[in-house]
């Protein structure tokens, strides 16, 4: 098998979030083979500590694909601040033989710097267009944690463990590979929680993470974080505002100080995108909805509602009522222009990390979730058969039949968007229903 067959068959999809089948991203050819390990969120200590732990493996997973997709430069985008890191995979970089062929770019501490058109340009100096994604301007972005999962791919090991951190309002924040599947709850034990009542769990990290309704789901192969808060903390009261009561503050209460635009990630890169219109057009009414297809252009990082808004609105929220309904209408996003340069005062509004977390109130958690081995192996796995972007996998196993850890038990059609499922544990398929297969130790 080449790479995309073996990275296809291990059931690698982006480790950072997304969820994007890897074999889908590393076919054809490009100039720039990006990593991300700047840990876009805060709080989340993943790709930090795997590229000291698992420093061969990601670099010479990460030398395979570059070599896959013959690129000219092969660059590891990593956060300044992260010396100790940083000296390290320059160190190991040597000794593998590979600082000809993999060059280290420190970023600045800013959010969201893991965004990848942000990294892009950071990296490169290039602007990946409007609506775009960055092959279009000759990159490939993965995740340090994809890339070591793109080793063991090539050496015959799929995916069925994913790193994540657990940080926040909790005991003993950490962070470690779980086995795919592994109940929420027990992933918060493992955390020292013990109180389920009087805490909310944020999906993912603190900017663009979603407060779980329930605790009942498990672990996919796309999870990076779970950030506890207690219930009544004043980010979690922002985050679980409705659409509908959202929209009626918005309708009232915006001034247009345009601070939601100054300050807009995608804004300043050059694109259209202006939020304050959005909200302008909430307050009016509008008759027409073209005007509002700008709204698609959100990568919902949540800097104009969490952090620019001086009156506590809600422009990403939205954005998002725009887009559905530009969507809905069949009105879709048309770019101007081919090429984009950053506006001139971008250099001046980057936000920084700290003043973020500062201005979420969660600068106290801002400590270790020291990598540790994860001793409390579930003795029943819950495996979604879409926990990636295209179409979701089939089972290919029968209720009652015994697996092995690593076994592919769901699969996609060979032509279709998706990546196999494999299980995570040894056991017995115990139910297969409402999109998931439920494996149980005997």
């Known amino acids: 098998m080449d790479l995309v067959e073996e990275v296809r068959a291990a059931g690698v999809i982006g480790a950072g979030g997304a969820g994007f089948p890897t074999a889908a991203k590393i076919k054809g050819q490009a100039e720039f083979l990006i990593m991300n390990a700047a ?66 770019k420190p970023l600045r501490d ?26 279009a301007v000759g990159c490939v972005v993965m995740n340090s944690e994809t890339a070591l999962n793109v080793y063991r791919a090539h050496h015959g090991e799929p995916v069925v463990t994913t790193f994540l951190t657990v940080a926040g309002h909790v005991p003993k924040p950490y962070t470690a590979g779980v ?18 009542e009087n805490i909310a769990v944020i999906d993912g ?31 979690i009261q922002r985050k679980t505002v409705k659409m509908p009561q959202a929209k009626r503050i918005n309708h009232g209460a915006c ?40 709204s698609q252009l959100c990568c919902q990082c949540g800097v104009c509602e969490l952090f ?11 954005n998002m009522i725009f887009k559905a309904e530009t969507l809905e209408a069949n009105i879709r996003y048309q770019k101007t222009k081919e090429h984009f340069t950053p506006r001139p005062e971008r250099r001046w509004r980057l936000l920084s990390s700290k003043r973020l977390m500062a201005r979420l109130n ?12 994860y001793d409390d192996s579930p003795s029943e796995v819950y495996l979604g058969l879409r926990q990636h972007i295209g179409a979701p996998a089939e089972a290919t196993v029968q209720v009652g039949q015994t697996v092995r850890q690593g076994e592919c038990i769901a699969d996609v059609p060979p032509d279709a968007l998706g990546a196999p499922v494999h299980a995570s544990i040894d056991g017995y398929v115990a139910s297969i229903d409402k999109g998931q297969i439920v494996i149980r130790r005997n």
């Open 362 to 373: 969660i600068l106290a958690y801002d400590g270790p979730a020291p990598l540790k081995t």
């Open 205 to 235: 990290g603190p900017m663009m993470g979603a407060v779980l309704k329930d605790l009942s789901g498990s672990v996919t192969k796309k999870s990076k974080g779970y950030v506890v808060l207690p219930k009544d903390h004043g980010l």
């Open 308 to 318: 620019a808004c001086p009156a506590n609105l809600y422009p990403k929220t939205a």
């Open 39 to 104: 840990e876009c969120e805060p709080l989340l200590r993943v790709d930090q500590q795997l590229m000291v732990y698992y420093a061969d493996e990601i670099l010479q997973g990460f030398q395979l694909v570059a070599n896959h997709l013959n690129v000219k430069q092969a660059i590891i985008g990593i956060k300044e601040k992260h010396h100790e890191v940083i000296a390290h995979l320059t160190d190991r970089l040597s000794a593998l033989k590979l600082q000809d062929r993999i060059t280290i």
């Open 255 to 294: 001034e247009q100080c345009r601070m939601c635009t100054d300050l807009c990630p995608r804004y300043l890169m050059g694109h259209s995108i202006e939020p304050h219109r959005i909200m302008n057009g909430m307050t009016f009414a509008p008759k027409e909805l073209e005007p509002f297809a700008i």
């Open 179 to 196: 086995p795919v599947g592994t109940p929420l709850k027990e992933v918060l034990q493992a955390a020292g929680v013990v109180d389920f």
């Open 110 to 135: 800013v959010y969201p710097m893991g965004d990848e058109q942000m990294l892009v340009h950071e990296v490169t100096g290039r602007v990946v267009p409007e609506g775009g994604i960055p092959i």
